[in-house]
């Protein structure tokens, strides 16, 4: 199991959200470049960044700062928030991020998006969150009529190899990941799915990780300390 400790950024900040609710934000850990350091040495493989600005804006909003960040990072940066354009992806990519994370313009931009796998496939990442089993866009806070799992099987024909899949009535709320939905959504398919959502403690850890699933983004967890990187990878 390889841990994703998650950076959620408001305004060059770094914050958590409750249940995709953009009115209870909570401002946690130190200023974004020194959390970062901070997950680094404490032995992260890979950071998950969203700028939460650019998800409701439908820009990226704080390219600078994400940029700054790819320069001292010694590890890859996963990205997502406000990923609507094929020169957003380039930008990106071009500044260092190894993954992008395509969400509202997954379900919206279908040409967008069959541009972004040919041109950029080991590079996309495609973030499925639901609310009810139902995919939600713009920042969470549009809930459209698609079902998860047909959408995730829909972008499995496209090619996409990986999914960010999260719950959002779990999102910032520690009472642990939505297991039930991560398991049919891995089993439907064959696309490395990336666990997200509610995520606490350890034994959250080894129940995603019996289900198959090898990557798990944790927010709240590791800044309460419940989750610790050294020693938390199974």
């Known amino acids: 199991m390889k841990i994703l400790p998650a950076m959620d950024l408001i305004n060059g900040k770094c914050v958590r959200l409750y249940q995709g609710d953009f009115n209870k934000t909570t401002q946690v850990g ?41 320069s001292i990072s010694t590890v890859p940066i996963q990205i997502g928030g406000g990923i609507r354009s094929i020169e957003t992806v380039k930008a990106y990519i071009e500044a260092g991020v190894a993954r992008v994370i395509l969400g509202t313009a997954a379900i919206n931009d279908e040409q ?46 496209l090619g996409v190899k990986r999914i960010v899949f999260t719950d959002i009535s779990k999102d910032g709320t520690m009472q642990g990941p939505n297991l039930e939905q991560l398991k049919k959504i891995n089993d439907a398919v064959k696309c490395d799915i990336i666990a997200s959502g509610g995520i606490r403690n350890q ?17 709240k967890a590791m800044y309460e300390g419940t989750i610790k990187l050294r020693g938390g990878a199974l």
């Open 30 to 70: 130190s200023d974004p470049e020194s959390q970062l350091k901070t997950f680094i040495e404490d032995g992260a493989e890979i950071i998950h960044i969203v700028d939460l600005d650019g998800a409701r804006s439908g820009k990226p909003e704080q390219i600078e700062l994400i940029t700054k960040l790819c």
């Open 203 to 219: 034994e959250d850890l080894e129940r995603i990780s019996a289900i198959g699933i090898n990557e798990a983004i944790v927010g």
């Open 112 to 157: 967008f998006l069959k541009e972004a796998l040919a041109n950029y496939k080991d590079n996309v990442v495609i973030g499925i969150d639901a609310k009810n089993e139902k995919v939600a866009v713009s920042g969470w806070e549009t809930e459209t009529d698609v079902d998860y799992i047909e959408f995730a099987k829909k972008m499995e024909e």
